[in-house]
């Protein structure tokens, strides 16, 4: 009860986290062995985490690479870390695989301890900067201590850094990644190295203290989330710059926590096998920069991964605080020269951060400014975390906890500034009223979200694992745009057996294209073979037994008992999908595509066998357009393709081409060449040779 009692506002704030999560997303994400609501989430990202770490569960260990997943990219090897699975909570469940169900997951609750943690942690650094958290060091009186917290005007502020605590309860960032990125709903990282940093001169006297509290917050953001590690970092930055400015001794209090932090993440990076993967991309090469507008303007955002939106209720806390301020000018004045060394420290780290956040493209309100030139070997590094406009959720949840501490600390003592941070929790929910709608209406009303909605509904497929011959599925190509995919992969984790094919990040999306396309050169018995879309089109290439489940072609060096082999086809052929082509000048009617002026299609993607090919286009005016055929890997060169059209007719146009050798990423394009309008009413590939 003592505990409690000392401890009761960070509890209150957790309890409100509690309370959010539960009205967004109610209880039955909570049930372990309920997985169907992931499996049918729209994005790929929740089912990539999940069935990340159910192959993770089944995968063999050896060592040192306790994170290694060898089930992922049979026979390759990659990392939990990379499938976005919660590494350190994959591995805590794996050490319990032998008593866990089939199906299991972690996520629901995850996300409700995230939800408590933001709200607790959230409340005690504004209660911290509001100056009204008591203190409890090792020589604290704990009677004394709580009772600084009883008188009225104290109470009040601390039910205001309770109502301030929604606001980053409702922190857009955590909203939109929960159950989408959801190890990157981690928001509470942040929040908890800012609480340390302000705790810092009671909970670090020593440097040997301090190394043990950064190297495991350094432990913590490695086995949660790599984008964390930068974030936090920049906090330790601020944390050392003070230490620097207080003139604590260079090298030990400034570099050694630093060093501690770096040494403890690099370990377990090693560990969970982040250096040993195969595929890796570590840098895209790129970086999607944040607009620093964009912190407070929520249009702005020139794609998803580049919305940094703080909400609404943290712009009104920054203007309330500031105005508290101004109307206080003298007590702020030595508010602030009396913290001279904590606002030198903040503002070193909210620079850095925006400076991170921005990448080498300085975007102001829609428009890029400048882009500065820097050197090949820092934009690798950088690139790493090429998605950088993540990073200024630190700064927007820097603005927020300081904007709300600030107008308890300088407006009266009675119930106004706790009202005032009331409006602002209320204002950052209202500003996200239609994605919280959403996703109340998607986990408490619609039903079928908790169904098992799989495409594999044969009872065959049941037969085949209880035969015993398999322990493998193998794609003939790597392609994880298709519900089949997802539904294979999940049967082939159910049962035990690897997969040669999955989705993860910072993966080299054109070595493993090249590289598993391979599998098909040395058949094996004890492997299904499946061939998704286009794949079709290689059947007569292979000496397999096919048979078609579910609609799904699937191949076996052995036959298998009680199915009936398909006929293998004179001629596979196969349709491409018009509504997945990139349009330019152009619309989809009635499943057709029309070009008007200046006209553009270029197909979906396809991964094409050697042999003999033949393409054919239906629709109208073909001969007012231009008609070719290109292939190349992803950021590399692309090549057309030397094609012969064997059939020129304005509705149907048929061309053919030999593939020497494998063809990555394989599209169609159609061009209008005048005024005239061009409908493509379908595209269809044979194999003839």
């Known amino acids: 009860m003592k505990a409690l009692k000392k401890y009761r506002w960070p509890l209150t704030g957790a309890l409100l986290g509690v309370l959010v999560f539960l009205a967004v997303y109610g209880v039955r994400v909570l049930d372990p ?115 600084i917290s009883m008188s009225p005007g104290q109470t009040a502020k601390l039910w205001g850094s309770v109502l301030g605590a929604g606001v980053l309860v409702l922190f857009p960032a955590l909203t939109i990644r929960m159950f989408a990125h959801t190890a990157l709903a981690a928001n509470w990282l942040v929040l908890l190295a800012l609480y340390l940093w302000l705790r810092s001169d009671e909970l670090m006297p020593t440097t040997r203290r301090a190394c043990l509290i950064w190297g495991g917050m350094g432990l913590l953001c490695a086995g949660i989330h790599l984008y964390y590690l930068p974030m936090v970092g920049l906090v330790l930055v601020g944390y050392a710059v003070r230490r620097a400015l207080q003139k604590r001794g260079f090298a030990a209090a400034v570099l050694a926590p630093v060093a501690a932090f770096c040494a403890a993440a690099l370990a377990e990076l090693v560990l969970l096998g982040a250096f040993a993967v195969n595929f890796a991309g570590y840098s895209n090469g790129y970086l999607s920069g944040a607009d620093y507008f964009g912190l407070f303007v929520p249009w702005l955002a020139q794609s998803w991964e580049q919305n940094v939106y703080a909400g609404v209720g943290t712009s009104l806390a920054v203007v309330l605080a500031v105005f508290g301020i101004v109307c206080n000018a003298r007590k702020a004045e030595k508010f602030f020269a009396a913290h001279r060394d904590w606002l030198i420290a903040g503002a070193v780290v909210l620079v850095l951060d925006l400076i991170a956040a921005g990448g080498n493209a300085i975007t102001v309100n829609g428009k890029t400014l400048f882009t500065v030139p820097i050197p090949q070997l820092l934009m690798n590094f950088w690139a790493m975390f090429s998605s950088c406009a993540r990073l200024a959720w630190l700064a927007g949840m820097l603005l927020a906890a300081v904007g709300c501490g600030l107008v308890l600390r300088f407006w009266d003592n009675g119930v106004a500034p706790a009202l005032m941070l009331a409006v602002c929790a209320v204002a950052q929910g209202w500003g996200q009223r239609s994605e919280l709608f959403n996703r109340w209406t998607d986990y408490h009303y619609y039903g079928f979200r908790y169904e098992n909605k799989t495409l594999l509904t044969d009872p065959v497929w049941e037969q085949v694992a209880a035969s015993g011959r398999y322990s493998h599925l193998a794609f003939a190509t790597f392609d994880f745009e298709h519900d089949e995919f997802w539904d294979l992969v999940d049967f082939a984790a159910d049962h035990g057996w690897t997969s040669n094919s999955f989705y993860m990040a910072h993966m080299d999306g054109n070595l493993a294209a090249v590289t598993l396309s391979g599998e098909l050169n040395e058949l094996s018995a004890d492997t299904l073979y499946a061939f998704i879309d286009e794949d079709e089109l290689a059947r007569n290439s292979y000496g397999l037994h096919y048979y078609r489940l579910d609609g799904i072609l699937i191949g076996s060096v052995e036959p298998i008992d009680g199915i009936e082999e398909e006929p293998a086809p004179e001629v596979p052929a196969h349709t491409m999908d018009l509504t997945k082509s990139d349009l330019i000048n152009a619309h989809f009617a009635d499943g057709s595509v029309g070009l008007e002026t200046g006209g553009e299609m270029m197909t979906e993607e396809w991964t094409l066998f050697p042999g003999r090919y033949r393409v054919t286009l239906t629709g109208s005016g073909f001969d007012h357009s231009y008609i070719y055929a290109r292939y190349g890997l992803i950021n590399q060169e692309t090549y057309k393709l030397d094609i012969d059209f064997t059939g020129i007719d304005p509705n149907k146009m048929t061309f053919e081409f030999t593939a020497t050798e494998m063809l990555h990423y394989w599209r169609t394009a159609v061009h209008t060449l005048d005024d005239a309008n061009v409908t493509v009413n379908s595209v269809t590939v044979e194999k003839v040779g």
């Not at 929740?46 to 992922?72: C, D, K, T």
């Not at 609750?109 to 943690?117: D, E, F, P, T, V």
């Open 33 to 147: 062995t309920s997985v169907d609501w992931i499996l049918n989430s729209l994005s790929p990202d929740p089912i990539q985490h999940y069935l990340g770490w159910e192959l993770f569960r089944r995968s063999p260990v050896h060592l040192p690479y306790i994170g290694a997943n060898y089930n992922a990219v049979y026979p390759f090897r990659t990392s939990v870390l990379f499938t976005d699975s919660l590494p350190l909570a994959a591995l805590f469940f794996k050490l319990l695989g032998g008593i866990l169900p089939t199906r299991f997951q972690y996520f629901g609750w995850w996300g409700l301890l995230c939800y408590a943690l933001q709200g607790g942690l959230a409340q005690a650094v504004i209660a911290r900067i509001a100056g009204v958290q008591p203190t409890f060091g090792r020589d604290d009186k704990g009677k004394a201590a709580i009772a």
